[in-house]
């Protein structure tokens, strides 16, 4: 900026005062953001950056942009391409009930996820098959112990 979009108005008190109009131009010309937000080569330029699966610290880097810029135009890019954004509290949730091992990306942290649900589902699927070989009996979901018949022979 060389000075050419601000025009201050000395006051009487001899402090320099600037049109808010002006003011706001300059922010958004520094910030590379138009009225309604991003300017859209921005925008653009970061969204290809995200596609390329740049990191936002590559990102603000590369495009000389604030983390809050970068941040928000991700934002945008993730609610567009159909993503879900997870606060690091629930990315570190959900890490730790899965075995505490560190994930890459949202591919993999699913892949954990669904192993370790289905590695839950059968432990419950055999101890319950456990018990109705040993006792006749199965617990219930709330619970109580519930006899439990032979299984159906395959000739029936």
């Given amino acids: 900026m060389d000075g050419s979009e601000l025009h201050p108005v000395r006051s009487a008190d001899r402090r ?3 049109r808010p109009e002006d003011v706001l131009r300059a922010v958004r010309l520094h910030l590379g953001t138009s009225e309604r937000g991003l300017d859209g080569k921005l925008t653009a ?12 610290a590559d990102i603000a880097i590369e495009a000389e942009q604030t983390a809050a810029t970068v941040n928000a135009a991700a934002a945008d890019y993730a609610q567009m391409a159909g993503a879900l954004l997870l606060p690091r509290e629930a990315v570190e949730a959900l890490v730790s009930a899965v075995g505490g091992t560190v994930v890459g990306d949202g591919g993999a942290l699913a892949s954990q996820v669904i192993a370790e649900l289905d590695r839950r589902y059968r432990r419950g699927f055999d101890e319950g098959r456990a018990d ?3 006792f006749g009996e199965v617990v219930d979901h709330n619970g109580h112990r519930r006899p439990v018949g032979e299984p159906p022979s395959a000739a029936s």
Avoid: Q, T
């Avoid at 330029?45 to 936002?56: P, Q």
């Fill in 45 to 56: 330029r970061i969204f290809a950056l995200l596609r390329d699966g740049k990191s936002r």
């Fill in 16 to 18: 320099l005062r600037y």
């Fill in 132 to 134: 109705r070989d040993d």
